[in-house]
């Protein structure tokens, strides 16, 4: 699968990564997609497409556009606002790289049909980005290794 990275704002973003896990993301469903964007955008831009889309003006951490009908083969595009990933991440204790990859995961998933409207669906959602983001991160270690050596 093709997965585009378009890249709008300032803080520095492992795009390899973000491309790793989204492409392990989409495999976990069967589907005849062939390519997908992510946009990796900050607080500002996000809070005007959740306002057009959505009605809320406010910051969001991630949203997810089904592609249309007339391109079948196109799955849509995730919207991941690094500003959020990043407080979300110091948050979580964990590194901003991971979040935002494992949140465009969160998008790709929503565009394959999953949804985390209650408790079960969230869990087996969140389930499934830890696992396309592990599997991400294990690809990355597997390669610096390759290059070590």
């Known amino acids: 699968m093709k997965i585009t990275i378009i890249d709008?704002?300032?803080?520095?973003?492992?795009?390899?990564?973000?491309?790793?896990v989204g492409r392990r993301a989409a495999a976990m469903v069967e589907h005849s997609y062939a390519s997908v964007t992510i946009a990796l955008v900050d607080d500002e831009r996000i809070t005007e497409l959740n306002r057009a889309h959505r009605g809320r003006n406010r910051a969001t951490d991630v949203l997810a556009y089904e592609g249309g009908d007339d391109t079948p083969e196109y799955m849509g595009d995730v919207v991941v606002s690094v500003e959020t990933a990043a407080r979300q991440a110091q948050e979580a204790g964990r590194a901003m790289d991971h979040e935002v990859a494992w949140?465009?995961?969160?998008?790709?998933?929503?565009?394959?049909?999953?949804?985390d409207a209650d408790e079960a669906q969230r869990r087996a959602m969140i389930a499934r980005q830890d696992e396309a983001l592990n599997e991400g991160l294990a690809r990355s270690e597997a390669r610096t290794r390759r290059r070590g050596q």
Not at 8 to 20: I, S, Y
């Open 8 to 20: 709008v704002q300032q803080t520095p973003v492992d795009r390899a990564l973000v491309r790793r």
């Open 103 to 115: 949140l465009a995961a969160h998008g790709v998933l929503h565009l394959l049909g999953y949804d």
